[in-house]
């Protein structure tokens, strides 16, 4: 007993299962010269990445309204114009986010192996579930704005504390670009030359002691290096995004709050690798090759004594290697590591998921660069053709002098005009001339027409034209026409999208390998509301954690079409006697049919229960009657049979 038990907790531990106490953590690290030369790079890596910084301020002022420079509004200020401004920058990124609320998509996971339909169902309702207490779809949502700007999409999956539900779950985050680090050297559109990433990192001094001193000397420590920091005298920091775009590296914009990284590397490590075939497992060890020796010893040893043959005894293979690992380390302004670990996840990895379009040949091109040149143009002609206007003749009255009398004069003359049923005195001339209004028709020189023309050129860059943007057709257009517009207008767009399902497949993927791991109790998940079945809301991971699966990213099913769709297809079933009305209310998406599901089966319950007491009171009538019971019923046996049956 002793030996199998030694072997279930090596089996724990092998796979690297084993948890890690919190309070067991080394102490801060009080050398600086190792995180310091870490510091070093990542601030080499965060300065090669300032120009796509530099974009996407550009871009996020174009989208904000920010169009004209300091030195464009100078100008026009100062010959008495008035700065206009067409955002079309906003209209067509709004459309874009429209469109992705409107094909929403929805995790699917999907197990290798068969006839696990229902395991699947569960591990895709324990995503929902995720996704809903993180309320994901508003947090995809801006980060695809993120996207369309600046040409990257990063977020952290982890799990910590969540402080709105008291406990520990698995918490996502955006990240923000300008604080985001990575080593900008890669090349391939599948980020596998990926070896560095982590992020600029601010908190107070309260939350910094909490999460990394151990000691009382750690906290003093920590005190030393972020003097000063949370004073009553801190300056409070405005919402302007001067303290992002102006950040620097080491020191935070508010002085209340403490500097530290966050950075993750992939490191070389000498390593045990190891085969379990007891258990079908492999991977990297915990344990030295000597304690797997003396695990393989006690194995033995147990079968021997069990007569087990020693050929028939699985056994760990082992060797050793290197192997590349991701660590990470949070590291304080000043290079002390406050703290250091290899990761602690399921799936091996970094906890970002990070995507990067359009990436060619290393260079990030965001897809709002690509209609700001139009907005420029549109905006100077709207200029040109305000100034063109202003200055136009509107109305002047020409007043010859000799039309004006001897006792009057223009100012008078003035008034009268522009009174109602004014009558005004002149002078007759020799030449016939007289008062005259001139209003001057503006000469059309193209602005408007070359207005027109970059608004059609930049709805057509973004794959935005009127049937996207719901518009209503010309009359007489047909349907179909309609229809294959809208489609040939998305195909400019499609691949932005198609990266962006890719992004959130990864995500999930990380997402379901910490349901896996950190899930160890069964969990109602009513909250997803997508389980078909009373199993399927219940994540039970006992039936989970051996399996593997794979995630899909489908199009959701919750759009108010494809729900009307569906419940035609259940009414048409349910009149065809194909389906019960049981089944159809756990597959139908009505609001009300969780409730009506469950009174339909209470109701159900009852009936059989009546049944069954019906049935019990008829038995015992039948029995008050004087029922001939089961044995009087039988045949009566010859005395010839009965004597062989004893015999």
């Given amino acids: 007993m002793e030996n199998q038990d030694l072997t279930r ?54 989208r904000n309204g920010n169009q004209w420079t300091k030195t464009e509004l100078d100008d026009i200020k100062s010959v008495g114009g008035m700065p206009i401004t ?73 799990y910590s504390w969540n402080a709105e539900l008291n406990m520990n779950e698995i918490y996502t985050v955006n990240t923000n670009t300008n604080r985001l680090i990575f080593n900008p050297d890669i090349e391939d559109t599948a980020l596998t030359n990926l070896h560095t990433i982590g992020e600029i990192c601010d908190a107070t001094i309260d939350d910094m002691i909490v999460n990394f001193a151990k000691t009382k000397e750690d906290e003093l420590y920590l005190r030393q290096i972020y003097e000063g920091k949370g004073s009553d005298n801190a300056i409070a920091s405005d919402q302007s995004a001067d303290k992002l775009d102006n950040m620097d590296f080491y020191n935070p914009y508010d002085v209340n709050t403490c500097r530290y990284f966050e950075v993750w590397q992939k490191e070389m490590k000498h390593v045990v690798k190891y085969h379990d075939y007891a258990f079908a497992q492999m991977g990297i060890s915990e344990y030295t090759m000597d304690e797997l020796e003396v695990i393989n010893q006690k194995r033995l040893i147990s079968a021997h004594q069990q007569g087990i043959p020693s050929e028939e005894v699985a056994l760990i293979e082992y060797e050793e290697g290197y192997e590349s690992v991701w660590t990470v380390k949070y590291i304080a302004w000043n290079g002390a590591i406050l703290k250091e670990t290899v990761t602690p996840y399921l799936h091996g990895q970094h906890p970002y998921v990070l995507l990067l379009h359009t990436f060619i040949d290393g260079e990030i091109h965001p897809m709002l660069s690509d209609i700001i040149p139009q907005q420029r143009y549109m905006n100077r002609l709207i200029q040109m053709i305000d100034f063109a206007m202003g200055r136009a003749a509107k109305g002047v009255l020409i007043v010859p ?58 709805q057509k860059i973004f794959g935005v034209n009127e049937a996207m943007q719901g518009q209503a ?35 999930y993927y990380k997402m379901m390998t910490l349901i896996k791991q950190f899930y160890t109790d069964k ?19 006992d039936r989970v954690k051996n399996l593997d699966f794979d995630i899909t990213v ?28 049981e089944m159809a209310l ?14 339909v089966k209470k109701r159900k319950d009852e009936q059989q229960e009546q049944q069954a007491e019906m049935a019990m009171q008829q038995q015992g009538m039948q029995q008050q009657q004087g029922q001939p019971t089961q044995e009087a019923q039988q045949e009566p046996v010859s005395e010839e049979e009965y004597i062989n049956n004893v015999g």
């Fill in 9 to 62: 907790v090596v089996r724990i531990k092998v796979r690297g299962k084993k948890t890690s106490n919190a309070l067991n953590r080394p102490k801060i690290e009080r050398s600086t010269r190792k995180g310091s030369q870490i510091l070093e790079n990542c601030r080499a890596y965060w300065d090669a990445l300032r120009p796509i910084r530099d974009v996407r301020r550009e871009n996020r002022h174009f």
């Fill in 86 to 158: 067409q955002n079309i920058c906003a209209l067509l990124v709004r459309n874009m986010v429209g469109q992705y609320w409107t094909n929403k998509t929805t995790p699917v996971a999907v197990a290798r192996k068969q006839k696990a339909s229902e395991e699947s169902g569960m591990l895709s309702s324990a995503i929902e579930r995720v996704i809903k207490i993180n309320n994901d779809d508003t947090k995809d949502a801006r980060n695809l704005e993120e996207l369309i700007q600046s040409g990257i999409a990063c977020c952290r999956i982890s």
């Fill in 401 to 458: 002098e000799d039309c004006i009398p001897e006792d009057g004069n223009i100012n008078d003359m003035a008034k009268r005009w522009s009174d109602f049923n004014g009558v005004i005195k002149t002078k007759a001339t020799t030449n016939g001339s007289k008062p005259e209004q001139i209003v001057a028709n503006l000469v059309n020189f193209g602005a408007r027409e070359m207005f027109e023309t970059q608004m059609q050129l930049a």
């Fill in 473 to 507: 057709p010309a009359s007489g257009t047909p349907a179909s026409r309609y229809l294959q517009e809208t489609q040939n207008s998305s195909l400019n767009s499609k691949d932005l999208f198609e990266m962006y399902a890719k992004y959130k497949g990864q995500k």
């Fill in 523 to 541: 969990i109602y998940m009513a909250v997803s509301g997508r389980g078909t079945t009373d199993n399927e809301n219940v994540y039970d991971p």
């Fill in 554 to 581: 489908s199009s959701a099913n919750n759009s108010p079409s494809y729900a009307l769709m569906q419940e035609e297809q259940l009414d048409r079933y349910l009149e065809a006697g194909l389906i019960d009305l």
């Fill in 586 to 599: 756990s597959l139908s998406s009505s609001s009300f049919a969780p409730q009506l599901l469950e009174a």
